[in-house]
């Protein structure tokens, strides 16, 4: 029995490739066909090593650049917000802000949100850019207005919404 062709090639095998590499995401699929001679190109490419002239196969630099591209494209959107939010907020939203960011559904408590683990102060000083002094009060704010709850390591915002309303009225001396 003769292998299938495609076109004018003759396909002997067909093997998965899958390149992991920081910056890429995941299940990322490539929009031309790739080859495995394709991988000796690559990879002399990565290393900085001369190709020799008769080399088969072209190089995926290229392709996985323009990927890390659009990835850093993205980070630096998500980036603009954040300084957005350093220059024209207080200190006190910021931390509402960031608690708000962190936060995820909570499915043991149905209508709350929950922050697992509650991070130390210091580092929700320095993800929002203030004190921890500034940070204790704008979670002491949210606590005793009920907003904000402890449940052994974790914290849970109950009301989303009304901490959202928080996050763009909230003025303090911070």
Known sequence: MNPPTSGSRTIATRVPLLIVAPGLSKNAAAKTPISQVDLFPT????????????????????MLAFRLLQKLAGII????????????????????????????????????????PAPYHKDI?????????????????LMKAGLLVRYGSNLAITDRGKVEVLLKTFESVD
């Open 43 to 62: 990879l002399a490419e990565l290393c900085g090593v001369k190709q020799p002239d008769n080399l088969q196969g072209q190089s995926l630099v290229p």
């Open 77 to 116: 959107r998500k980036s603009d917000q954040r300084i957005t939010n350093l220059a024209g907020m207080t200190g006190s939203q910021r931390v509402f802000a960031e608690l708000l960011r962190l936060s995820a559904p909570d499915v043991e408590r149905p209508g709350s949100f929950s922050i697992s």
């Open 125 to 141: 000083a320095s993800w929002a850019g203030t004190t921890t002094d500034v940070v204790a009060r704008a979670i002491a704010h």
